[in-house]
T-cell receptor, first 116, second 112 residues
Framework: AQKVTQAQTEISVVEKEDVTLDCVYE???????LFWYKQPPSGELVFLIR??????QNEISGRYSWNFQKSTSSFNFTITASQVVDSAVYFC?????????????FGEGTQLTVNP | DVKVTQSSRYLVKRTGEKVFLECVQD?????MFWYRQDPGLGLRLIYF???????EKGDIPEGYSVSREKKERFSLILESASTNQTSMYLC???????????FGQGTRLTVV
């Protein structure tokens, strides 16, 4: 069975601080996909990034970076020089291709508050 | 522009009523999902469907059923609504396991 754990329920930082959101996953599959989504106060979920299980390269996109480590089953997300607009709930998710269909499981989410 | 549309933003229903939440996507996606979102619990998967008339239970299917008669439409049914089903319900669709999911705007259901 697949599972995603985001142990940090809430994080509060001051603007310009760096912040890392943790994500740990469990799966029995060798082929799987990991995602991060952002849910701003408006409520609509926004896709940020996808990683497949064969690609352990870290990725950087502007102030965002992601660290995927299969050895520790983690897919952590770092925001550098945080801004107030980064305040949102962030979700990590795991997708597997099961015998029947593609189950997509989310973590509990981390509420990030960036204070001016 | 891709779109997942949920029929209602807000619903208020009485205990014991049968409730239908409708979701339509216009992207010809194979997979569709229903989640409920509660504070501190994240998005919990209720049911998903990978093809017309095919469905799989998620993590919390009790008290719910689903219907997918057409590829673009995925309905969530509360057979007999209870107050503990008061929640935000989110529908999503995706092309495949490797594709990102697209979400509807959510339905805030209150059962009184």
């Amino acid at each position: 069975a697949q599972k995603v754990t985001q142990a940090q329920t809430e994080i509060s930082v001051v603007e310009k601080e760096d912040v890392t959101l943790d994500c740990v996953y469990e799966t029995r599959d060798t082929t799987y996909y990991l995602f991060w989504y952002k849910q701003p106060p408006s409520g609509e979920l926004v896709f940020l990034i996808r990683r497949n299980s064969f690609d352990e390269q870290n990725e950087i996109s502007g102030r965002y970076s992601w660290n995927f480590q299969k050895s520790t089953s983690s897919f952590n997300f770092t925001i550098t020089a945080s801004q107030v607009v980064d305040s949102a709930v962030y979700f990590c998710a795991l997708s597997e291709e099961e015998t029947s269909g593609s189950r997509l499981t989310f973590g509990e989410g981390t509420q990030l508050t960036v204070n001016p | 522009d891709v779109k997942v549309t949920q029929s209602s933003r807000y619903l208020v229903k009485r205990t014991g009523e049968k409730v239908f939440l409708e979701c339509v996507q216009d992207m010809d996606h194979e997979n569709m999902f229903w989640y409920r979102q509660d504070p501190g619990l994240g998005l919990r998967l209720i049911y998903f469907s990978y093809d017309v008339k095919m469905k799989e239970k998620g993590d919390i299917p009790e008290g719910y059923s689903v219907s997918r008669e057409k590829k673009e439409r995925f309905s969530l049914i509360l057979e007999s609504a209870s107050t503990n089903q008061t929640s935000m319900y989110l529908c999503a669709s995706s092309l495949s396991a490797r594709s990102e999911a697209f979400f509807g705007q959510g339905t805030r259901l209150t059962v009184v």
